[in-house]
Nanobody, 124 residues
Framework: QVQLVESGGGLVQAGGSLRLSCVAS????????MGWFRQAPGKEREYVAA????????YYADSVKGRFTISRDNAKNTVYLQMNSLKPEDTAVYYC?????????????????WGQGTLVTVSS
């Protein structure tokens, strides 16, 4: 079983940038596609971005396309989310998750492993 720990959240002004990290530990990182998700107060958790294990193809929600970049470093068992041009509506707890089936990440459906989350606050 893989365990995930996120870091890098914080307070930033609108227009600023943050980079989130998610370190995987445990049995193996290999074979897992990874995703980032967020949950704002009073809202449901939503998909943000995903990266496929087999070829590192990336996928993004329309709301973050062109502003956020997901990447992974398999040697470090780490996945990143570079967030640029942040907006107040990006304020949320950000979670990373892992699953061996990419479609489940895209649909936020019964994912195998979740991290504990890291808070991102964007001030206007």
């Amino acid at each position: 079983q893989v365990q995930l720990v996120e870091s890098g959240g914080g307070l930033v002004q609108a227009g600023g940038s943050l980079r989130l990290s998610c370190v995987a530990s445990g049995r193996t990182f290999a074979g897992y596609s990874m995703g980032w998700f967020r949950q704002a107060p009073g809202k449901e958790r939503e998909y943000v971005a995903a990266i496929r294990w087999s070829d590192s193809n990336t996928y993004y929600a329309d709301s973050v396309k062109g502003r956020f970049t997901i990447s992974r470093d398999n040697a470090k068992n780490t996945v990143y989310l570079q967030m640029n041009s942040l907006k107040p509506e990006d304020t949320a707890v950000y979670y990373c998750a892992a699953d061996r089936v990419l479609l489940k990440l895209l649909l936020v459906r019964n994912l195998e492993v979740w991290g504990q989350g890291t808070l991102v606050t964007v001030s206007s």
